[in-house]
């Protein structure tokens, strides 16, 4: 054999990252080779498909690579997700990879806390078993609490593995939104239990209320290509975009019409625009007649009459009501009812916007009730819903005694119990029962992914509470404001070094699935989280090792993955051409043709193209997107009363669940997309209403180490490096600020400074903030009163009153 | 010769920065810092512009990515006393660092303010880096190249194995990335070409073609129309 560099590389195993290692410490023959050939040969570029984890977005990467160094960064062609296109975000992962801040080992606390000296990884893990063992065997494991940020797939399937197996319920996910589960308003009116999707890039009309699509939604590569699609297509005219939004945002920029709103009264307008529909006889009676629930006033089994949605709208939203608690103009409510009525298909959204205020469930129950007047359920460029992934379940969990004791245990953020009843996390209540010890002391923490404390607006009582916690461990690469509080740093590597996986759930309804290897070897002495939590579940022997039986996290992976090659559907993809044949035959002939002899050859193909995907086999039919009691959409939601009445039947009439909720008092408009009108607006101490948003450029963890996204973080405002406030100019002259002022935001929690900003894109009562993740950037969340939404569980972030005046 | 430009479709913008990000990984541009960007001195070889609508009081604002555009009749060469800057036969302005002695008169004479200067030495080489594009010192200009060093790539490859350049072959890295598929780059040479066909479009128009720069990277306009 002709002996090259190419074959030497094959050979060692064919990622670039096993060849950094083995020319390191190979001393054999062939490591000696390599040195030698290493002096004179131009480094081999290979390409690395991997996956962007800078948002939930799920974006195909493919990284370059020479001789296992990152050199660059650029979409996957072959990914169905982006196509080959990636956003801003997707460089940052060159300077997180490089950031020389990066921990280097594990650290150990030395004295005080945010005191750290390294430590070899054999004794901090043993610090972490011994631990785990002293408390489970002391009938304490429930004391154990993990929190965990924004990240999905086979990582978090392997905490909660664990959770279950050692026998703590305290699994408490950070984050503002699960991309895994639907929205609350849309399981209580379809009965669905996955996401649903928008078929955005086939719609004619997009209606969005205060969705950031374009920016920060679920995926901002993934709607812009729906967004181009819309705009120019060589087969239809130039769709039509509607943006509502009290900002006007890029998207909004980039909306044919923007609609400035009153902040948190979304609600009130949909109402406003159903009423306008209905007068006006514009919905789609076909669908709302069969398809529909609770339209009409109906008398139930036990002859009680029921207002039904239509004399509700009629009754309680009359045009000029809503118009004056909006600040919309009636002609314009009217105008985008016709709109809606008349160009098809049309597709509402709102799904995550900002949370629209305390109100949000109904707002979003009103915003999707127009989803179903338009008729888009279930048709080409409407309403669709992910399909599930046919992945292999893993072996159960095994669960000894201990672990049931700790299982039966209250949780430590409230979540599913009393007014949180509807809720799976509560973060927001942490530091009040941590610091309280309710309903049990926190024995030791795990963070995960989070930075609560960069957040997190009771940071201070947080800290307070996290000083009370005996043992912290953390997963960080870097050390940020929380990891700093710990006692054990355990840093994971970042993504672009190791085994990856990512079911990406919130799409336009094909279901996808990505895998990658390590595009690098690890630059410093760090550890996949994922493979340390496999290691220390061995040390704790009995049922809890016999949950985990793997040896590293790649195993888990292929073990899953079989699943998708069993299913006997989907392609790993490839080349369009290449798919578009097997696709063919599967639509002229009717079958599935199979790419690959064995699950070895299709393994090494997802590992080497990237992902596998299914765009056939998604549910359509009006049928799976409606799984109510009733079969039907329901305007009236009997999934809503069946929970309540449950409720009532294990708490009582009296019970924190049923009074929070307003039971009593509001009768059947609980279970009607009724928003209550919010109070007019008058407050002289604090005049101005706060609004904060999500930059496009800014990463899921804020991207402190990012310079490139620091530096241009936004094009709207001329902006770089420093946070800002979005003023009007006609406001900002009545209280005598210049652009580019300091100026103090103040509320009645606290006070930040930034810079003001002129932007005449906002109604003049609100200023804009946004979140600008760099650590001594103020935080407008510092403002923000910790309150949490009953129905969420997170943060009530958009409904803080301020005043501003210069520094 | 192919002739090489680019279009830019400002309906499909979205105004992200996708291209800004990839051209600053493409062509090894770094982060000045706090200091130097309040001086103004950030370098962005791909920069979006904003323009905002004074007929409509300041409510409609555009997005315009600006790379280079590689004028037909480019200003800032003639101005260039080294000549560190020309352009060459398929329409590129090239920029050669070591020639640059610094003096800046191409960016004065830019109307596109498309050209940046290095004050300081605000990187080394280091890990991460593209190593098909050198770092700039401090004292030299520097600008977008349409990824020249990719042209080079292609060309070779395609030279190696004694063929043309394939269409798409030779793509730069803003329009790689961006994800409205708003730019499209390719051989305005040739007629059947799809940036060729877009740049005939009713939508076209070019960034100040009064004053007879004959810029390469065309734009198309927003709202109804062909194209």
Redesign the interface.
């Known amino acids: 054999m002709r002996f090259t560099r190419r074959t030497f590389l094959q050979v060692l195993g064919g990622t670039a990252g096993a060849a950094v290692v083995a020319k390191g410490q190979l001393s054999s023959k062939v490591g000696l080779a390599a040195q030698d050939i290493e002096r004179w040969a131009t480094p081999e570029e290979v390409m690395v498909p991997s996956i962007c984890q800078q948002c939930p977005g799920g974006c195909g990467l493919m990284v370059r690579t020479h001789d296992g160094e990152v050199t660059g960064i650029a979409g996957n062609p072959y990914h169905p997700i982006n196509r080959g296109s990636v956003c801003p975000k997707a460089f940052g992962g060159l300077q997180i990879l490089y950031d020389n801040t990066r921990l280097k080992g594990p650290m150990v606390r030395a004295k005080e806390r945010g005191q750290f000296q390294p430590i070899e990884w054999d004794k901090a893990l043993s610090m972490v078993t011994s631990r785990l063992s002293e408390l489970r065997s002391k009938g304490l494991s429930h004391t154990v609490l993990i929190l965990g940020g924004q990240y999905r797939g086979y990582r978090d399937n392997l905490w909660r593995r664990f959770a279950e197996a050692y026998g703590t319920p305290n699994y408490v996910r950070v984050r503002c939104f699960s991309p895994e589960k639907p929205a609350l308003a849309h399981y209580l009116m379809q009965g669905v239990t996955s996401p649903l999707s928008y078929d955005l890039s086939k719609a004619q009309l997009i209606l969005s209320f205060g969705a950031s699509l374009l920016e920060a939604w679920l995926g901002p590569v993934h709607a812009a290509q729906a967004f181009a699609q819309l705009r120019r297509s060589s087969e239809r005219p130039r769709g039509w975009f509607i943006q509502v939004d009290p900002r006007r945002s890029p998207t909004a920029i980039k909306a044919d019409r923007w609609i400035p709103i009153v902040p948190g009264t979304d609600g009130m307008l949909a109402l406003g625009i159903a009423n306008a529909m209905i007068r006006e006889g514009l919905y789609d009676r076909d669908f709302v007649e069969k398809q529909t629930f609770g339209f009409e006033d109906w008398v139930d089994d036990s002859r009680q009459p029921h207002m039904g949605f239509k004399n509700l709208v009629l009754r309680d939203y009359s045009l000029v009501a809503v118009s004056a608690a909006t600040g919309v103009p009636v002609k314009s409510i009217i105008e985008i009812a016709r709109s809606l009525a008349t160009i098809k298909p049309a597709v509402v959204i709102g799904e995550r916007g900002p949370a629209y205020g305390p109100d949000d469930l109904h707002t979003r129950m009103a915003i999707h009730s127009l989803n179903a007047l338009v008729g888009n359920i279930g048709v080409l460029g409407g309403l669709r819903i992910q399909g599930d992934l046919p992945l292999a379940s893993l072996p159960p969990i095994r669960r000894d005694e201990a672990a049931n004791r700790g299982l039966a245990q209250p949780r430590i953020d409230g979540a599913g119990r009393e007014q949180y009843l509807l809720v799976s996390d509560t973060t927001q209540l942490l530091p009040e029962r941590i610091m309280n010890g309710t309903p049990y002391p926190v024995n030791m923490l795990f963070l995960f992914a989070t930075n609560p404390l960069a957040n997190h607006p009771a940071k201070q009582a947080l800290r307070s509470a996290m000083k009370k916690i005996p043992f912290i461990v953390s997963f960080s690469p870097f050390l940020d404001d929380s990891s700093a509080m710990a006692d054990l740093i355990l840093p994971d590597h970042t993504y672009l070094e190791r085994w990856q996986d990512d079911p990406v759930t919130h799409l336009a309804g094909f279901t996808s699935f990505s895998v990658a290897r390590p595009a690098t070897s690890p630059l410093h002495q760090t550890r996949n989280t994922a493979d340390v939590v496999l290691q220390i579940t061995k040390t704790q022997g009995g049922t809890v090792a016999e949950s985990f039986p793997w040896k590293k996290f790649e195993d888990v992976l292929h073990q899953g993955v079989h699943g998708l090659y069993a299913a006997k559907r989907g392609y790993v993809v490839s080349t369009t051409s290449e798919e578009e044949s097997l696709r063919k035959v599967l639509e002229r002939q009717g079958y599935w043709v199979p790419e690959f002899q064995d699950y070895d050859a299709f393994w090494n193909a997802l590992v080497q193209r990237g992902a596998w995907w299914d765009p056939t086999g998604f549910p359509e039919s009006s049928k799976a997107l409606l799984k109510t009691a009733s079969g039907k959409f329901e305007f009236y939601s009997s999934a809503f009363k069946r929970l309540v009445n449950e409720a009532a039947k294990k708490e009582g009439k009296d019970g924190r669940f049923m009074k929070t909720l307003g039971v009593e008092q509001r009768g059947d408009l609980l279970y009607l997309p009724a928003v209550t009108t919010p109070p007019t607006e008058e407050n002289d101490q604090f005049p101005l209403r706060l609004n904060t948003y999500r930059l496009l450029s800014r990463p899921v963890g804020g991207g402190g180490n990012q310079p490139w996204l620091l530096e241009q973080p936004a094009v709207h405002v001329r902006a770089s490096w420093e946070s800002w406030v979005e003023v009007h100019p006609e406001t900002a002259a009545t209280l005598g600020i210049q652009e580019e002022d300091w100026v103090w935001v103040e509320s009645e929690k606290g006070r930040i400074r930034v810079r003001a900003k002129f932007y005449t894109g906002t109604r003049r009562n609100v200023v804009h903030i946004p979140l600008m993740g760099r650590g001594e950037n103020p935080n407008p969340n510092d403002l923000i009163a910790n309150e949490p939404d009953i129905f969420r569980g997170f943060g009530l972030f958009n409904t803080t009153r301020v005043r501003i005046r210069r520094a | 010769m192919a002739l090489w430009g680019m279009v830019i479709?400002l309906?499909?913008c979205?105004?992200?920065?996708?291209c800004?990000?990839?051209c600053?990984?493409?062509n090894n541009v770094?982060?000045?810092?706090?200091k130097e960007?309040?001086r103004g001195r950030?370098i962005?070889w791909m920069q979006?512009?904003?323009e905002?609508d004074e007929e409509h009081?300041?409510?409609?604002?555009?997005?315009i990515p600006r790379p280079c555009l590689q004028c037909d009749d480019p200003p800032c060469t003639k101005v260039c006393p080294v000549y560190a800057t020309y352009r060459n036969p398929e329409g590129i302005i090239a920029q050669i660092y070591n020639r640059c002695i610094g003096c800046r008169f191409c960016m004065a004479a830019c109307p596109y303010n498309a050209k940046y200067f290095n004050w300081y030495t605000y990187q080394k080489e280091?890990?991460?880096?593209?190593?098909d594009v050198s770092v700039r010192e401090k004292g030299v200009v520097e600008k977008c190249t349409f990824c020249h060093h990719r042209l080079q790539k292609a060309r070779e490859r395609a030279h190696a194995e004694k063929r043309e350049i394939e269409p798409g072959e030779y793509n730069t890295?803003c329009a790689?990335?961006?994800?409205?598929?708003?730019i499209i780059f390719g051989d305005l040479a040739d007629p059947g070409s799809e940036v060729s066909k877009l740049a005939r479009s009713p939508r076209a128009f070019k960034l100040q073609e009064e004053l007879g720069t004959k810029p390469k990277v065309i734009y198309l306009t927003e709202g109804?129309g062909g194209g």
């Not at chain 2, 009081?57 to 997005?63: L, Q, T």
């Open positions: 479709d309906d499909r979205t105004g992200c920065q996708a800004v990000m990839a600053k990984a493409e770094p982060a000045v810092g706090q960007a309040e950030i962005s979006v512009l904003t905002t009081h300041s409510e409609k604002m555009r997005f280091k890990p991460g880096q593209n190593p890295a790689q990335a961006c994800p409205a598929q708003a109804e």
